[in-house]
């Protein structure tokens, strides 16, 4: 049974950075299929034209790189121009790799921080005066490692902790013009790309299934439904907010080593 009513996003437009592959491509699809018309960005054109395809009729892939934001402005203008503006703007493009501080390049800390917060400013900001107000609803997709200190992953920690006070600003300035802005950090999510850097062998698997509480790794889907609920009336009055889809991974490991009888 699904938990939304059939086309509760019927007459809304949807933009997704990052859109083409994992977490992100299983928004748009569940977006679409509940009535949005959907566009998705990536910097592989090939990527987003079949993205588009796999998405549906109507659907809209585009090419662009979201630490450049001139063309990411120009992606948003023809979006918006054939949407009719946009009601629904979600920024996902992400990069990450692990390795230690005295590891990481100067370049490659810089890359990831421009990827996930600048380009995160980038499509937000660039997308401002295009959206549907009020009623528009922008979604930064961040991670756990903003909040909790990740051996290996100090790019990481830092981008998505810029991206968590970024929206929350966001939230601050532009909510009296009609426009929430928050984020949804995911746990760890089957079968994406992430996932499977950070967790690359089946005992590496099952080793990080066995820290969450809810003993599994979750499915886009429940992400995807996730964005939808804050794109929906239901969600009217919540703007600012980090929305844990993580089943309890952010509250640290508890796996069963660490149970005392």
């Not at 009535?35 to 910097?43: L, P, Q, W």
């Not at 402005?73 to 501080?101: H, K, Q």
């Not at 746990?187 to 509480?213: N, Y």
């Not at 809810?214 to 939808?228: H, I, K």
Request: glycine share 12%; aromatic share 4%.
């Amino acid at each position: 049974m699904d938990v939304y009513s059939e086309n509760i996003l019927s007459g809304r437009s949807a933009f997704i950075a990052g859109g083409t592959s994992g977490i992100n491509l299983g928004i748009a699809k569940r977006m679409a299929q509940l009535g949005a018309r959907v566009a998705v960005a990536g910097r592989n054109p090939d990527k987003a034209a079949a993205a588009a395809a796999e998405i549906g009729e109507g659907a809209l892939g585009r090419s662009c790189d979201v630490r450049d934001f001139d063309a990411t402005r120009a992606v948003l203008e023809d979006v918006a121009s054939a949407f009719g503006g946009l009601d629904i703007v979600i920024s996902g493009a992400a990069g990450n790799f692990m390795a230690p501080a005295v590891g990481i390049s100067a370049n490659g800390f810089r890359t990831v921080v421009d990827i996930d917060l600048n380009g995160t400013f980038n499509v937000f900001r660039a997308s401002y005066d295009l959206l549907n107000r009020p009623g528009a609803s922008l979604i930064a997709i961040t991670a756990n490692q903003a909040v909790n200190a990740t051996m290996m992953q100090a790019h990481a920690c830092a981008a998505k902790a810029g991206i968590n006070q970024l929206l929350r600003v966001l939230a601050m300035e532009w909510g009296p013009h009609g426009v929430r802005v928050n984020g949804i950090s995911p746990g760890p999510i089957r079968g994406t790309e992430g996932m499977a850097r950070l967790a690359p062998t089946d005992e590496a698997v099952a080793e990080r299934a066995a820290r969450v509480p809810l003993r599994r790794f979750g499915e886009a889907r429940e992400v995807a439904d996730s964005a939808v609920f804050l794109c929906t009336d239901a969600a009217s009055y919540i703007t600012g907010t980090i929305l844990n889809c993580d089943g309890g991974a952010g509250l640290g490991d508890s796996s069963d080593k660490n149970l005392v009888a």
